[in-house]
């Protein structure tokens, strides 16, 4: 992609916290105090902090333009239908910092990032209740059946906790999954319903036919150009999944080369492939029922449980 091909208004801004520094609401009069910076893979980054009201730990997320209005739009949503919303890491405001010109989601700053977590060494993530692949597909299925795709779903865009019960009675150095929730909405796409906001509308047809912003965990479809759409959400957490159980993804080593990620993913889907070494092959067999799926209808998440 080139510089051309670039939507500023997609791109999140990014700048160097050297010391801890405040933002204001001047609407809520809200000061949240941004103390270090966490890095959240190759793309995203989202810095720690406090919200001096409560004293609560909070993560704060540079938005886009773009990024910006679409949770503006989520959040109006979510405020009709709150105890549905669980599934989500709670969004607590969007601050705009007019010093600095970059607007940040302020969120729950008490769950850990996926990404942080999946490379720890000496510990070993352990989820035998498919904790992951149960709240996933819950999230997933409460955006898709209220007119939302999410489109960018990575192994940054979900947040967990661990059980801290299971794991002082373990011999062994495991941390056991207790809860996750998804974020990153700020790239979700608006697919109905959007007659009476024409910047959510133009936003969403823009990101129906943009290029994935990674190749590691998009569908299959996408590099053969076809649009996006529901089921291919399940497509990115099925390979999330299958990188939990494995510690990797067969494409690892193939950086940004699509081609041969995609040649990856094609082979992916034979009986013969020979990858897998720890997924339960319930499990392994999921992407079979995800290509079966229809791209016009909201999937039915039964059989890939």
């Known amino acids: 992609m080139t510089d051309k091909d670039i939507n500023v208004n997609e791109v999140v801004p990014d700048f160097d916290i050297n010391e801890e520094c405040y933002i204001v609401e001047k609407e809520?009069?809200?000061?949240?105090?941004?103390?270090?910076?966490?890095?959240?893979?190759?793309?995203?980054?989202?810095?720690?902090?406090?919200?001096?009201?409560?004293?609560?730990?909070?993560?704060?997320?540079?938005?886009?333009?773009?990024?910006?209005?679409?949770?503006?739009?989520?959040?109006?949503?979510?405020?009709?239908?709150?105890?549905?919303?669980?599934?989500?890491?709670?969004?607590?405001?969007?601050?705009?910092?007019?010093?600095?010109?970059?607007?940040?989601?302020?969120?729950?700053?008490?769950?850990?990032?996926?990404?942080?977590?999946?490379?720890?060494?000496?510990?070993e993530i352990v989820d035998r209740e498919h904790v992951f692949l149960k709240h996933s597909l819950r999230a997933i299925k409460f955006l898709h059946k209220n007119g939302f795709i999410h489109g960018n779903l990575s192994i940054t865009s979900f947040w967990l906790k661990f059980n801290p019960k299971k794991e002082a009675i373990s011999i062994h150095h495991y941390k056991y999954i207790e809860e996750i929730l998804l974020a990153d909405l700020e790239y979700c796409i608006k697919i109905k319903d959007n007659a009476d906001n024409s910047e959510i509308k133009k936003i969403s047809e823009q990101r129906m036919l943009s290029k994935p912003k990674s190749y590691k965990y998009c569908a299959l479809g996408l590099h053969k150009g076809e649009k996006m759409c529901m089921k291919f959400d399940f497509e990115s957490i099925y390979y999330i999944l299958v990188e939990l159980y494995e510690k990797k993804l067969p494409w690892d080593k193939f950086c940004d080369d699509e081609t041969l990620i995609r040649r990856e993913k094609e082979r992916m889907r034979s009986p013969t492939y020979d990858f897998f070494r720890n997924i339960p092959e319930h499990l392994a067999e999921i992407i079979c029922f995800i290509d079966k799926k229809s791209p016009d209808k909201v999937p039915d998440t039964e059989d890939i449980k």
């Open 28 to 123: 809520s009069n809200e000061i949240y105090s941004i103390q270090s910076l966490v890095k959240v893979g190759r793309f995203d980054l989202c810095y720690s902090g406090i919200r001096k009201k409560t004293k609560k730990e909070i993560c704060m997320k540079p938005l886009s333009v773009n990024g910006h209005l679409m949770i503006k739009e989520i959040m109006s949503f979510f405020k009709s239908e709150p105890e549905k919303c669980k599934v989500f890491l709670s969004i607590i405001d969007i601050v705009i910092a007019d010093s600095i010109r970059t607007n940040f989601v302020v969120l729950d700053g008490t769950f850990i990032n996926l990404a942080e977590v999946f490379n720890m060494k000496d510990q």
